[in-house]
């Protein structure tokens, strides 16, 4: 808050925040952010590997429990998180208490390409822009009271990321997935030392795409290999809180917008575990 602008008066940063914006218009992002209980980042060295895929379903398997969930899709170019739950059709639109996100049976979300004209429109900016972008979904999507926001970040260790772990305050921590392949998981330890470096815990690592059971033999094909998310976040330190297999049924329900959290298949039952592993330290 500044002097000038003083209207962030229930802030707890009141008197020390330097948010050039605060108090402007509408809430500052510490008042915003201080009514969601638990935000967490699900991010990846690399891009392709599941990232927005985990964070839908995380949020549709916490929406299950009974919990107020959002999904803030920080992938500015690449904003995959409303194909994925299914709501293209939404658009953001400015309600008086900000901008009202979209609802995908009961989950919050905001995006990128619920702003856009058609799916198909690239969002060329430059840096400064997509972050500014970012802010504003942590800032003026009217949230509300939530107990989980899960944020999808683009893959990589550079502006976005960095901005988003900077922008909200009192992260509970970072989820990272990799494939179990040697070339994500070496771009996953950058992912996870991004997230030490900033100060924030490793809540887990996370192998996706870990083998797939072949629907005639039964027996498992290891295509990116196996093992390796298990092994590296040993080496790194950091909780395991499991894998899911490869399953082109994943990949046929998020097409379609769907989610297989709580779905009685392979891939819906390892989730159900890594869900309950993460929902532990929340207790
Ligand atoms: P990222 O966010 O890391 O770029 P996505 O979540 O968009 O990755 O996933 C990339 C593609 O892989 C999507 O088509 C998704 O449906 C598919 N996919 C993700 N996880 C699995 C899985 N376990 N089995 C099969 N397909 C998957």
Redesign the pocket.
Known sequence: MTEENGKCDSCAQKGSCKDKDAGKEGTCIVDRMARIKHKIIIA?GK????????SVNLARALQMKGLQVGVLDADIT?P?IPKLLGIEDQKLMQGSEGIEPADANGIKAASMALILSSRETPVVWRGPMKMAAIKQFIQDVNWGDLDFLIV?LP?GTSDEPLSVLQLIPDLAGAII?TTPQEVSLLDSRKAVNMVKAMKLPVLGIVE??SGLKCPHCQETINIFGSGGGERMAEEMDAPFLGA?????Q??AW??SGQTFAGCKTQ?GESFALIVERLLKMFN
């Open positions: 990846s891009g392709g590997v599941g990232k927005s895929t985990i690449g995959d999808d893959p997935v996706n795409m899911i297999p490869i399953d082109p994943v990949c998020g097409d891939a």
